[in-house]
């Protein structure tokens, strides 16, 4: 129930976002900046939630170090593989999928895919 809660967060965020780089109410130059501040925004949080996982594996007690030590580099193999999955995303099928509203379609799916992703992190490692 935590996971769906955070998601639905990230999607609200989302919309937030869409409502502040509304290709109606800015100019596309305007656009473009907000969409790359957004994005490089959404980078950070996905890294702060990233690290904050690992410091919680690090946190848990009674547990062998040389576990913890696989698990953080299990997390962080599956992390270098979702940032593949997401640009390949982002970047191959957005512009195909994107309606004709303006803006970067590459940008909107790395800033939604993002706070999709950092939810989920947060919801699994409190």
Do not use: H
Not at 19 to 45: F, N, T, Y
């Amino acid at each position: 129930m935590t996971i769906f809660m955070s998601i639905s967060a990230a999607r609200a965020e989302t919309d937030r976002m869409a409502v502040a780089c509304d290709p109606s109410r800015i100019a596309a130059q305007e656009l473009s900046d907000c969409l790359r501040a957004a994005s490089e925004k959404s980078e950070r949080e996905l890294g702060a939630a990233v690290d904050a996982a690992l410091k919680s594996i690090d946190a848990r007690p009674k547990m062998l170090a040389t576990r913890k030590a696989r698990w953080k580099r299990f997390l962080n193999e599956s992390e270098a593989q979702w940032v593949s999955w997401r640009d390949e995303e982002c970047q191959d099928l957005a512009p195909f999928e994107a309606a004709a509203g303006g803006g970067d379609p590459r940008l909107a799916c790395i800033i939604e895919r993002n706070q999709r992703r950092a939810a989920d992190l947060k919801a699994r490692y409190p």
